[in-house]
């Protein structure tokens, strides 16, 4: 049986908030909300670790299946998604002792709509 994923702290939603950058400037509060998500995302670890997730057979990936591709203890690998967990980017449930964890499609949407330019447009 699975546990019920934990919910994610109120950055998880920050993305979501927001039209694309190029229609209109964030306010301060959104740019608050939003900034966890993308410094969660500079840090080349855990971006590299969200990429190794969602490209994962089915999706989804422990830290046991994480592990070789980093010169890092499982503690600190576990730390980094936690840390991608409470910004909203992954989904996580626990099965026996493993956590796994599994991208938030969604969360992956909003950002990229918050950074889509339109493309050209382009005469017919």
Do not use: N
Request: hydrophobic residues 45%.
């Amino acid at each position: 049986m699975t546990a019920p994923a934990a919910t994610p702290t109120p950055e998880a939603a920050a993305v979501a908030c927001c039209s694309p950058l190029v229609s209109q400037p964030l306010s301060a509060d959104q740019a608050l909300r939003i900034a966890p998500v993308l410094k969660a995302l500079a840090e080349p670890v855990r971006l590299r670790l969200l990429s190794l997730v969602a490209s994962h057979a089915d999706g989804e990936a422990c830290v046991c299946d994480l592990q070789d591709a980093f010169e890092l203890s499982q503690p600190t690998i576990s730390h980094h998604l936690k840390v991608l967990h409470q910004v909203g980017l992954l989904d996580r449930s626990k099965r026996g002792v493993w956590v796994y964890y599994r991208v938030r499609e969604d969360a992956l949407a909003d950002l990229g709509a918050l950074l889509a330019v339109p493309g050209p447009v382009t005469a017919g």
